[in-house]
T-cell receptor
Framework: KAGVTQTPRYLIKTRGQQVTLSCSPISGHRSVSWYQQTPGQGLQFLFEYFSETQRNKGNFPGRFSGRQFSNSRSEMNVSTLELGDSALYLC?????????????FGPGTRLTVL | TQLLEQSPQFLSIQEGENLTVYCNSSSVFSSLQWYRQEPGEGPVLLVTVVTGGEVKKLKRLTFQFGDARKDSSLHITAAQPGDTGLYLCAGEGAADSWGKLQFGAGTQVVVTP
């Protein structure tokens, strides 16, 4: 079974631009969560989607948004990029977003904002 | 603000030595997970503990969940260079935090031959 895939793997943008990242969960998984990983803050939860609905959101500004499609694939968008948005963005999928359900992480998208 | 405190932040040991990583919180978690992450990759789940006092073993790795479900430890026996990586603990809180894991800052482990 294929793992979680994220595209693109690497991205370089400049301040003020916007970016869209994509995540394809493992087949059969309906929950997708997004995390931001930085050296200073570690892994921080962005949001979680299940059945095309955002059910949980972390403490990030409204510039960060996402959506989930009927096939469970998810995208996240960051508008008006800032230097501090440089990070590894990880998505994780699970069959159902319960604590005992394993979250499988993708390899991440490394975003660099210049 | 990290609700999960991991210690130590960095650990460098020789092959064959033992090591323990700690994960502490003032909050109660319904479950706690340990991950290992290697450079350029996403975290890979090692174990999930759910019951207070639970002990799980995975070959040379032993995981323990505190009785009050607020803390956990990871012990590696006879460490090998392949154990090198960033070890992360992550907890899930109340039922309405589905899909949301709170991560510790991580412990970077380096095992030298």
């Amino acid at each position: 079974k294929a793992g979680v895939t994220q595209t693109p793997r690497y991205l370089i943008k400049t301040r003020g631009q916007q970016v869209t990242l994509s995540c394809s969960p493992i087949s059969g998984h309906r929950s997708v969560s997004w995390y931001q990983q930085t050296p200073g803050q570690g892994l921080q939860f962005l949001f979680e989607y299940f059945s095309e609905t955002q059910r949980n959101k972390g403490n990030f500004p409204g510039r960060f948004s996402g959506r989930q499609f009927s096939n469970s694939r998810s995208e996240m968008n960051v508008s008006t990029l800032e230097l501090g948005d440089s990070a590894l963005y990880l998505c994780a999928s699970s069959v159902y977003p319960k604590g005992t359900d394993t979250q499988y992480f993708g390899p991440g998208t490394r975003l660099t904002v210049l | 603000t990290q609700l999960l405190e991991q210690s130590p932040q960095f650990l460098s040991i020789q092959e064959g030595e033992n090591l323990t990583v700690y994960c502490n919180s003032s909050s109660v978690f319904s479950s706690l997970q340990w991950y290992r992450q290697e450079p350029g990759e996403g975290p890979v789940l090692l174990v999930t503990v759910v019951t207070g006092g639970e002990v799980k073993k995975l070959k040379r790795l032993t995981f323990q969940f505190g009785d009050a479900r607020k803390d956990s430890s990871l012990h590696i026996t006879a460490a090998q260079p392949g154990d090198t990586g960033l070890y992360l603990c992550a907890g899930e809180g109340a039922a309405d935090s589905w899909g949301k894991l709170q991560f510790g800052a991580g412990t970077q482990v380096v095992v030298t031959p």
